[in-house]
């Protein structure tokens, strides 16, 4: 399809939005749109083929995924809005006299988008784009991980793992990523089929829950600067290093840390009892990140009170995180994926940690 054409109605419309000061026009002033754009050239079908019936503007369909996700709608929902919603039809550069892609269409761009793994770039030039403007993403880094029910769970719970709490022994497991999927250990018995068999259950407290783990590393402001899923059963501490590898190996992060030599700080990461272990102390040191790890209560024996207090001014600041998953679960319905599939899931997490740090840098 070709670009669509602004009309004078077009113009006269945007011009009345633009005094609302709607959510959707704050964000886009904060965006460095060429940027962006650049990313989502590659996708371009009209890159890879003359025809098709999916001939649309990358960038145009990115918008209405992230005007989806920032206000939790369906295919079908969202197909509706950009008929009549004024706001989405001018954040997302379509014409009132043009027409628009069904839900189908918004499908498969969605579909398209997960291949080329668009997602973790755009979400990784975004924060480079805020240390181009100054901001500082590694004053602190806090890492935490939060549950995410699967859309389509087993009848029966035949198996289910117990998350450790407080002060109990970290349990060593093989790891599933986002990148590669590798079997468990674990023999399991008899258990009933779900069409998602990448969750695996967990029980947390009293509640048993089928689905995935989000893990995230986010900054002292709340931002997200990693983000990585696997089934529910993957504990905590055994993604840590994952994720660090994530947040040090960006170029949002390497640019940070040229800017700020000057000031000869460490950059501090903080975690509860979960991450506490030898193997993530020593990896912190083999990376130059401060430790900032609550410590478990020794076997037999007390704890000091230096180390109380210790753990006392950790939780002061690492609750942030558990902000920044509020904030994604109230506002983003993160609480339950609406895909299919761990790859899917991870990019549901993904965008929606995208859509959280733009709304959060409106407020800072």
Request: aromatic share 10%; with cysteine.
């Amino acid at each position: 399809m070709k670009r669509n054409i602004i009309t004078f109605a077009d113009a006269e419309i945007k011009m009345r939005l633009l005094k609302s000061n709607h959510t959707l026009f704050r964000i886009e002033k904060i965006v460095d749109w060429n940027s962006i754009n650049k990313i989502l050239l590659e996708t371009d079908y009209r890159l890879h083929n003359n025809s098709g019936r999916d001939n649309y503007d990358p960038t145009m369909m990115f918008r209405i995924l992230l005007v989806q996700r920032i206000y939790d709608l369906a295919d079908r929902q969202i197909e509706n809005e950009l008929m009549y919603n004024l706001a989405y039809i001018q954040f997302c550069g379509l014409s009132i006299d043009h027409p628009i892609p069904d839900h189908s269409t918004i499908s498969r761009w969605r579909q398209r988008f997960i291949d080329f793994g668009i997602y973790q770039d755009l979400f990784d030039d975004f924060n480079r784009q805020l240390v181009a403007q100054g901001y500082n993403i590694a004053k602190g880094v806090i890492v935490d991980a939060t549950l995410v029910e699967a859309y389509s769970r087993p009848n029966q719970k035949t198996l289910i793992d117990v998350e450790p709490t407080g002060d109990a022994e970290l349990k060593e497991q093989d790891l599933i990523t986002t990148d590669k999927l590798t079997k468990t250990t674990t023999v399991t018995k008899t258990e009933s089929t779900s069409n998602d068999p990448d969750a695996k259950w967990i029980k947390k407290g009293k509640r048993s829950i089928y689905g995935y783990k989000f893990h995230a590393a986010v900054n002292t402001d709340g931002l997200f600067l990693a983000c990585e899923t696997t089934p529910a059963n993957v504990y905590d501490g055994n993604m840590f290093e994952s994720l660090l590898d994530n947040v040090v190996q960006s170029k949002a992060y390497t640019e940070n840390t040229e800017k700020q030599q000057s000031s000869h700080r460490r950059t501090v990461v903080l975690g509860d009892k979960g991450y506490d272990s030898e193997k993530n102390r020593n990896y912190l040191k083999d990376i130059n990140l401060s430790d900032g790890i609550m410590r478990k209560k020794p076997k037999q024996a007390d704890f000091s009170e230096t180390q109380r207090a210790r753990n006392k001014t950790i939780s002061k600041i690492r609750y942030k995180v558990e902000r920044s998953f509020g904030l994604l679960k109230r506002k983003f319905k993160n609480h339950k994926t609406k895909y299919i599939g761990q790859k899917k899931t991870h990019n549901y997490n993904l965008l929606g940690a995208f859509a959280h740090n733009l709304i959060r840098c409106l407020s800072l």
